[in-house]
């Protein structure tokens, strides 16, 4: 099966796309960060992809080129470093993306 998985790299700073590869699916993986894309790759991801998923043209081009079968949504933009005391601020981009 074809996936597409946006947020790739995950909240907890794992790879959920090594256990979809593993499962013998064909993956195209996104990150927001430039600098994971290797680690997707490593992980058997055919295609990763850097982008910013609240940009809209790009992101359906992405995932038109891709044609998935499924798309799994894992986007989250959670700070290292949570400020419990500032959570709203620190889940904004988060709830931007659901």
């Given at each position: 099966?074809?996936?597409?998985?946006?947020?790739?790299?995950?909240?907890?700073r794992?790879?959920?796309?090594?256990?979809?590869v593993?499962?013998g699916?064909?993956?195209?993986?996104?990150?927001?960060?430039p600098d994971?894309?290797?680690?997707i790759?490593?992980?058997?991801?055919?295609d990763?992809?850097s982008?910013?998923?609240?940009t809209n043209?790009?992101?359906?081009k992405?995932v038109?080129?891709?044609?998935?079968?499924v798309?799994?949504?894992?986007?989250?933009a959670?700070p290292p470093?949570?400020?419990?005391k500032?959570?709203?601020?620190?889940?904004a981009?988060?709830?931007?993306l659901?």
């Amino acid at each position: 099966m074809k996936i597409f998985l946006a947020g790739a790299t995950g909240a907890d700073r794992k790879t959920p796309a090594a256990a979809v590869v593993r499962r013998g699916h064909t993956v195209t993986a996104t990150t927001r960060t430039p600098d994971k894309v290797d680690s997707i790759r490593r992980v058997g991801a055919t295609d990763p992809k850097s982008l910013n998923a609240l940009t809209n043209k790009k992101c359906s081009k992405t995932v038109r080129r891709a044609a998935p079968d499924v798309i799994i949504h894992e986007l989250t933009a959670i700070p290292p470093s949570l400020d419990l005391k500032r959570f709203d601020e620190g889940f904004a981009f988060t709830n931007m993306l659901s």
